[in-house]
């Protein structure tokens, strides 16, 4: 774990306290880690719930955490309206439900998408709310009010918007990559205007629009003694300068869709190459311009996850592919350690708290392991519905969202 704090950059201060607030997708640390204690080990529908409270609407947006209050995103099945919905910590009580866009005319989602899949990020004072193509807005969390919204940043996501926003420094990092055009925009987060927009520059032949298209959040890193935007595009990762989005180095991969957020570790960073492929690279951090030939040290697609992102501990890598199936690789080499099912078809990403790995299926099924080179089974909780959404995970608390509902789950 050493190596990756060092590695990755958090855009959390540490004033803020990572144990006891969960700031956007993957967490306060970007990378699924939780710096929490007395986190619940057991759980069902009826044991352990501090509460349980119906959503509005449907979304696979995962809970943000923040001064009390949990926010996530909902739509109803048709996508003609989108909202940010508020929630009391303490008593489960919905405080904002602020409808933030109405749509005239939706595009197609995939049954296993929704029109608010994208995660919220979230920081003193205000949430920014992103549902792709159809807006991206800015709230106040103490009021409800609107402080600023953009409808005119677009693609055709395809089935659906997936890539959550990102904040660094002053800036709002969205990134577009639908099967018309690819880019990557960076807002102002004060006021919502563009600060730079770098389209991808991608040599895609003759392939279909449905294979260029992807749905990755980026991170950002410190390479070269620079913080650098790692970002996963359909058939390419690419580091910008995160400041002015000039582009630093790339490397090319056969894959597309992807939406599983990278991870870093040991001078890499490691990458799911989504559908067509469904493989996991290891690419060495650094260097400027193509780097395909230089920078790629290890591939494995022994029935990779297309879906949910990777945990690296330890030296050792942890995903659960898409099939419910747990695998444990060497980082330095790619070589599979072990191999174990732990649940039905996954789409939630894998959270590390208090030493051990809690992973969600579709089904609702919450599997429970320890880390290590041997596999070992801590505990099996189920609640009703199924996730799609990862969790958050503080002090005491896990906020779970099956289809239908919230859940505070606490010892």
């Not at 409800?144 to 926003?165: A, E, Y």
């Not at 990559?177 to 032949?205: C, H, P």
Request: aromatic share 10%; charged share 20%; with cysteine.
């Amino acid at each position: 774990m050493l190596v990756l704090i060092l590695t990755l950059v958090f855009p959390l201060t540490w004033a803020q306290s990572p144990a006891n607030s969960w700031t956007g997708y993957r967490g306060p640390l970007c990378n699924g880690f939780s710096l929490a204690r007395n986190v619940p080990l057991k759980w069902s529908d009826s044991t352990q719930v501090i509460w349980k409270v119906a959503i509005p609407g449907r979304g696979w947006s995962s809970p943000v955490v923040l001064d009390g209050k949990v926010w996530l995103t909902s739509a109803p099945p048709d996508g003609k309206e989108l909202s940010v919905i508020g929630i009391s910590c303490e008593s489960g009580k919905i405080l904002r439900n602020v409808k933030l866009f109405d749509v005239d005319k939706t595009q197609e989602t995939h049954p296993l998408n929704s029109y608010a899949s994208p995660t919220p990020a979230i920081e003193p004072g205000r949430i920014y709310a992103h549902f792709g193509t159809y807006g991206t807005a800015c709230l106040d969390t103490e009021s409800g009010k609107v402080i600023w919204k953009r409808t005119d940043i677009h693609c055709d996501h395809g089935v659906g918007p997936g890539s959550s926003p990102f904040l660094y420094q002053d800036l709002l990092i969205l990134t577009m990559d639908g099967m018309d055009v690819q880019y990557l925009e960076a807002l102002n987060k004060y006021t919502g205007k563009t600060v730079w927009k770098k389209s991808r520059i991608i040599d895609f032949g003759d392939l279909t629009p449905d294979c260029r298209k992807a749905f990755s959040t980026p991170i950002i890193v410190k390479a070269d003694n620079k913080d650098q935007l790692i970002c996963v595009g359909p058939h390419v990762i690419e580091a910008y300068q995160p400041l002015t989005g000039e582009l630093i180095w790339k490397v090319r991969f056969e894959g597309f869709s992807a939406s599983a957020m990278p991870v870093v570790g040991d001078g890499m960073v490691f990458i799911n190459t989504g559908f067509g492929q469904s493989w996991l690279l290891a690419v060495r951090l650094g260097g400027k311009g193509d780097m395909t030939d230089k920078s790629l040290v290890w591939s494995s697609k022994k029935n990779m996850t297309a879906r949910s992102s990777p945990l690296y501990i330890d030296g050792l890598l942890y995903m659960v592919n898409t099939g419910g199936q747990a695998k444990c690789l060497d980082a330095k080499t790619g070589e599979e350690i072990w191999s174990q099912r732990v649940g039905l078809e996954t789409s939630a990403s894998p959270i590390y708290a208090e030493g051990r790995i809690y992973t969600t299926d579709e089904s609702g099924l919450t599997t429970v392991f320890a880390p290590g080179r041997t596999f070992k089974k801590i505990a099996e909780n189920s609640l009703p519905e199924g996730c799609m959404a990862s969790m958050a995970v503080l002090d005491g608390t896990i906020y779970m969202r099956t289809k239908g509902h919230l859940y505070r789950i606490g010892n």
